[in-house]
């Protein structure tokens, strides 16, 4: 049973001796690639301005979610909207 535990956290957190990433990134994580605190990610969080799930006093953040959200620029419409539709205002 111990071994089946340790295989889930491992394959969570990706291993680190390859260095490939887990599919959860940590909120320090986030405020590095951000280059902001671990407050401002929590109240992002809390704002829903970042993607990520509340369960009890942690945050879940995906890795998946929060790259998609990285590359449109946290536009959660970016990818519904053609950029010829995309109005500019003076």
């Not at 990520?52 to 953040?61: D, H, N, V």
């Not at 995906?62 to 205002?89: F, I, K, N, S």
């Amino acid at each position: 049973m111990g071994e089946t535990i340790t295989t889930a956290i491992a394959a969570n957190q990706g291993d680190k001796s390859s260095g490939r990433p887990g599919k959860r990134m940590s909120v320090e994580e986030v405020a590095r690639r951000l280059d902001i605190g671990r407050q401002g990610v929590y109240a992002m969080l809390e704002k829903g301005i970042l993607p990520g799930i509340r369960l009890g006093r942690r945050w879940i953040i995906t890795r998946h979610a929060y790259e998609q959200w990285e590359r449109t620029c946290g536009t959660r419409d970016a990818l519904l909207v053609p950029p010829t539709e995309v109005m500019v205002l003076n």
